[in-house]
């Protein structure tokens, strides 16, 4: 079956203190992997998509990283607003020639604090 | 670019009644997904229309059903509400090729009483 699980559930940082999220998932061929930022009573925000294994994007103070088992999103010196709930997703490559739907995991809520 | 519009954005029905909700896409976007998002179950994948057709649904029953018209816009309707509905339903649309990004709408914020 396919699954995504994030880790943590939550994470709390000081200013400037760097993290990284983490997404595991388990998928019959994959076709893309997906982070989300999402705000409280908002739809997602898209940030980035990675295909395969060793690739990486940047945007900011975000960085995302793809293995074969895991993604990671890094914060460097995170800011207040950069609190939200960041949401990793994956598509899977076994629906033939339709896009094939999104399974997320439950998401990391972050919180940073001045 | 406009991004993905759902209206309306707030809604409060009471159990048995039925709800249609409506999404438009980006232009250009061929394809749309819907979701339900709740505290418990997170994002869930309902179903997902391309030229018209539904190519591929989740695991909800038949009271949620769907359609997508000519120019791309799509409506979902939920009929016999139970309490259980009350969620955040999310339209994403994206181009019609496999592993493209799907942007979302604001969501539509759905209350039964």
């Known amino acids: 079956e396919d699954q995504v699980t994030q880790s943590p559930e939550a994470l709390r940082l000081q200013e400037g203190e760097s993290s990284s999220l983490n997404c595991s998932y388990t998928v019959s061929g994959l076709r893309g992997l997906f982070w989300y930022r999402q705000d409280p009573g908002k739809g997602p925000e898209f940030l980035f998509t990675?295909?395969?294994a060793g690739e990486e994007k940047e945007k900011e103070r975000l960085k995302a990283t793809l293995t074969k088992k895991e993604s990671f999103l890094h914060i460097t010196a995170p800011k207040p607003e950069d609190s939200a709930t960041y949401l990793c997703a994956v598509q899977a490559g076994n629906y033939g020639g339709s896009q094939g739907n999104l399974i997320f995991g439950k998401g990391t809520k972050l919180s940073v604090k001045p | 670019k406009a991004g993905v519009t759902q209206t309306p954005r707030y809604l409060i029905k009471t159990r048995g009644q039925q709800v249609t909700l409506s999404c438009s896409p980006i232009?250009?976007?061929?394809?749309v997904s819907w979701y339900q998002q709740t505290p418990g179950q997170g994002l869930q994948f309902l179903f997902e229309y391309f030229s018209e057709t539904q190519r591929n649904k989740g695991n909800f029953p038949g009271r949620f059903s769907g359609r997508q018209f000519s120019n791309s816009r799509s409506e979902m309707n939920v009929s016999t509400l139970e309490l259980g509905d009350s969620a955040l339903y999310l339209c994403?649309?994206?181009?019609?090729?496999?592993?493209?990004?799907?942007?979302f709408g604001p969501g539509t914020r759905l209350t039964v009483l």
């Open positions: 994403a649309s994206s181009l019609p090729g496999g592993g493209d990004t799907q942007y």
């Open positions: 990675l295909y395969s």
């Open positions: 232009s250009g976007h061929r394809s």
